[in-house]
C-alpha cells in the first residue's frame, strides 16, 4: 500500500517566493495533519483537517502560511513570501479518525536563502 | 515548562547493553502515550504505545508512571539499528498530540 506522499522531496527557494508543498493521504484516512520540524524546535504541528475541514490552525506561525485541504486526497501547505526562517523539514502525517497512529509522509526539506 | 520533556541526549551506549529514557509530561489528565522512532533525515514512525499496565514488543519495554507522570523506554540487547532518536509523544484532554522534542541514541559497536 502507498504511504503518505509528499513533493517536492526538496526545494530550495529565494526569499520572497511563493512556496507550494502538496501532500497525498494514505487512502482511507480521514484526519491529515501538516508538521514543521527544525534542530531548534523540534516537530511542531502546523494544522490539521478532519474531513477535509480546518479543526486547529493555531500553530501557523503567521500569515504568511496557508493550509487547503479541497478533498480527501490532498493537501497543500503555502508559503508566502518565503523568509529564510522558514527553512525546515514540513512533515505531512494522516490518520483514521478512530486511530491514534499518525503515519507520516517522507516530509519536504525546504531551504529559503 | 515544556508540556512534554525529554532528555536531548546524545546517549551514547555500546552494542548489547541495556539503556532507558523518561519522558515526562505535565497534564495530569493526558489520556494516551506513544514512542515514535525516527532514522535520521526520515519521518516519524511509530514504535509503540505505551499501556498503563506496561508493555512489551521484543526488546522494548515502555512503562507508564501516572503518579510521577513520566513514560519510559527500555531498550535490551541494543543493536546498530537502533540508533535513532526516539519521540515520546502525549495525547492531552483534548485529544492533542504534544510531542517531545526527542531523545537521541547512539549505539556504538
Known amino acids: 500500500d502507498a504511504g503518505v506522499i509528499q513533493s517536492p522531496r526538496h526545494e530550495v527557494t529565494e526569499m520572497g517566493q511563493e512556496v507550494t508543498l502538496r501532500c497525498k493521504p494514505i487512502s482511507g484516512h480521514n484526519s491529515l495533519f501538516w508538521y514543521r520540524q527544525t534542530m531548534m524546535r523540534g516537530l511542531e504541528l502546523l494544522i490539521y483537517?478532519?474531513?477535509?475541514?480546518?479543526?486547529?490552525d493555531s500553530g501557523m506561525p503567521e500569515d504568511r502560511f496557508s493550509a487547503k485541504m479541497p478533498n480527501a486526497s490532498f493537501s497543500t501547505l503555502k508559503i508566502q513570501p518565503s523568509e529564510p526562517r522558514d527553512s525546515a523539514v514540513y512533515f505531512c502525517?494522516?490518520?483514521?479518525?478512530?486511530?491514534?497512529?499518525?503515519?507520516f509522509g517522507p516530509g519536504t526539506r525546504l531551504t529559503v536563502l | 515548562r515544556k508540556e512534554v520533556e525529554q532528555d536531548p541526549g546524545p546517549f551514547n551506549v555500546p552494542e548489547g547493553a541495556t539503556v532507558a529514557f523518561n519522558c515526562t509530561y505535565s497534564n495530569s489528565a493526558s489520556q494516551s502515550f506513544f514512542w515514535y522512532r525516527q532514522d535520521c533525515r526520515k519521518e516519524p514512525k511509530l514504535l509503540m504505545s505505551?499501556?498503563?499496565?506496561?508493555n512489551e514488543d521484543g526488546r522494548f519495554t515502555a512503562q507508564l508512571n501516572r503518579a510521577s507522570q513520566y513514560i519510559s523506554l527500555l531498550i535490551r540487547d541494543s543493536k546498530l539499528s537502533d540508533s535513532a532518536t526516539y519521540l515520546c509523544?502525549?495525547?492531552?484532554?483534548?485529544?492533542?498530540?504534544?510531542w517531545g522534542a526527542g531523545t537521541k541514541l547512539i549505539i556504538k559497536p
Open positions: 483537517f478532519n474531513n477535509n475541514v480546518p479543526i486547529d
Open positions: 505505551v499501556y498503563s499496565s506496561g
Open positions: 509523544v502525549v495525547k492531552d484532554s483534548n485529544y492533542q498530540l504534544i
Open positions: 502525517a494522516s490518520r483514521r479518525l478512530d486511530t491514534d497512529t499518525q503515519y
